[in-house]
C-alpha cells in the first residue's frame, strides 16, 4: 500500500486585527464623549467574529454592545460578558424569557411584543427600549402606533413586568437633510411619551454616520458599527480619511501555478467563502506585489493572472486588508463588486477560518 504524503487542506483565512479595532473604537468613543459607545457586534460582528470584537471593544472604550437577535446576547453572557446588551430583532421564536432572565435589553417596536413580554412570566422586570420609526420605515412604531405602544409599555412598568429604559430610532443616513428632519421627529416623539408619562432614562439613535457628523443626533450613546471596523459610513470618503484602519484582511493560499506566456495562479478562496462574482474585469489581487487580474472566480478558488511575476504554491494572495502592503481595502473591492465595504467583510462565510492578532 502506498501512503501519499497527506498535506493539509488549504483554506483562505480572515485575519482579524484586534489592535485595529481597538484603535477605531477608541478614537470614535472619545469623538463621541461625553455620549457613550454601543458597539453593534450583530451579524457575528460583521463577519469578524462575535466574542473577541465584543471583547476587544469594550477594553477599547465600548460600554454596551448591540447584537440584532436574542441567542446572539446569550453567547455574550455565558462567555461572561457583563455590560448592558441590547436585541432588537424578534420572531415568533424569540425566547423572551431567557432573554429577560439574562439581562438582555429588549428593543421593542410593537404592543404584540410587549404581550409577549409580559407573557414569558420571567422572574425579573424586562428591561425595554422603546422604538419608534423616524422615516426609515424599518422596525420601529409608526407614529400613529407609538402613543399606544409607550402606554401599553406603561402599564406593564405599573404592574412591575417592564422598566422602560429608552426611547430609540435609527437615521436612514440618506442625506444630512433627511437625518435633521427625522432627529426632529424623534424628538417630538419623545416629548409626546413624556405628556403619556413616559420617564426615559436614556436616549440613542446615531450609528456611525450621524454619529460621525452630527454631534446633537449622540443623545446618550452612538449605535457604533461599521466605522469601529474600520469603514466609512459616508459615500463620499473613506476609512482611512475618517483615520479608521480596516480590521480584516482576507487572503488565501496559491495552490496551483500553470506557467506558460504568463501565468496563470489559482487561490485557495472562492464564491463559497463570499468572494462575490460581480465585477471580475476590474478585480485584482495582490500577490508577491503585485496586483494580479481575476480571471474567474469559482466556488472554492479563484484563478489569477500573474502576468511574468514568480510564483509558487504555497504564496498567499491578498484580497484585501487595511492596505499597509498595498493591497486594496475592502471599501476599494466594494466598489468593483458594486457593494459596499460592510458586505464584503460580513459575506466572509464560516468556513473561512478567523485568526486573530494583537
Ligand atoms: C447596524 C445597526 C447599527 C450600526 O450601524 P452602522 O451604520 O454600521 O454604524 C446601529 N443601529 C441599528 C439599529 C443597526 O441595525
Redesign the pocket.
Known amino acids: 500500500m502506498t501512503i501519499v504524503d497527506a498535506v493539509a487542506e488549504p483554506l483562505p483565512r480572515a485575519v482579524i486585527d484586534l489592535a485595529a479595532l481597538r484603535r477605531n473604537v477608541a478614537h470614535l468613543s472619545a469623538r463621541f464623549a461625553p455620549a457613550e459607545t454601543m458597539l453593534?457586534v450583530?451579524a457575528d460582528a460583521?463577519g469578524h467574529g462575535l466574542l473577541p470584537i465584543a471583547e476587544a471593544g469594550l477594553e477599547a472604550g465600548a460600554t454596551s454592545l448591540?447584537v440584532?437577535e436574542v441567542p446572539a446576547g446569550l453567547v455574550l453572557r455565558r462567555a461572561g460578558i457583563g455590560v448592558p446588551i441590547l436585541a432588537?430583532l424578534h420572531g415568533a421564536d424569540t425566547d423572551w424569557r431567557a432573554a429577560i432572565e439574562a439581562d438582555i435589553e429588549l428593543?421593542v417596536s410593537a404592543v404584540w411584543q410587549l404581550e409577549a413580554i409580559a407573557a414569558a412570566g420571567a422572574d425579573r422586570p424586562a428591561v425595554v427600549h422603546l422604538k419608534v420609526d423616524t422615516g426609515l420605515s424599518r422596525?420601529g412604531a409608526t407614529r400613529a402606533d407609538w402613543p399606544g405602544l409607550v402606554d401599553a409599555a406603561l402599564a406593564l412598568q405599573e404592574r412591575g413586568i417592564v422598566r422602560v429604559r429608552a426611547a430609540w430610532s435609527?437615521l436612514a443616513?440618506a442625506s444630512i437633510a433627511d437625518d435633521e428632519a427625522a432627529l426632529a421627529e424623534f424628538r417630538d416623539a419623545v416629548a409626546e411619551a413624556e405628556r403619556h408619562g413616559a420617564r426615559f432614562e436614556v436616549l440613542h439613535l446615531a450609528?456611525?454616520?450621524a454619529?460621525i457628523r452630527m454631534p446633537e443626533a449622540r443623545f446618550d450613546f452612538v449605535?457604533?458599527?461599521?466605522?469601529?471596523y474600520g469603514f466609512s459610513?459616508f459615500d463620499d470618503s473613506t476609512g482611512a480619511e475618517l483615520g479608521l484602519v480596516p480590521v480584516m484582511r482576507l487572503e488565501a493560499p496559491v495552490t496551483e501555478v500553470h506557467v506558460g506566456g504568463t501565468t496563470h495562479a489559482r487561490i485557495a478562496i472562492g464564491y463559497g467563502d463570499g468572494v462575490p462574482t460581480l465585477g471580475i474585469a476590474k478585480t485584482t489581487v495582490l500577490l508577491n506585489g503585485r496586483h494580479c487580474p481575476v480571471i474567474a472566480v469559482e466556488v472554492d478558488h479563484m484563478l489569477i493572472d500573474a502576468g511574468a511575476g514568480r510564483v509558487a504554491v504555497g504564496d498567499t494572495a491578498v484580497l484585501f486588508g487595511p492596505g499597509d502592503s498595498g493591497e486594496v481595502t475592502a471599501e476599494k473591492y466594494a466598489d468593483w463588486a458594486e457593494t459596499i465595504a460592510?458586505e464584503m467583510v460580513t459575506g466572509v462565510s464560516a468556513r473561512v477560518p478567523r485568526v486573530y492578532v494583537s
Open positions: 453593534a450583530k460583521y448591540a440584532l432588537w428593543g422596525n435609527h443616513d450609528a456611525s454616520s454619529g449605535r457604533l458599527g461599521i466605522a469601529a459610513p460592510d
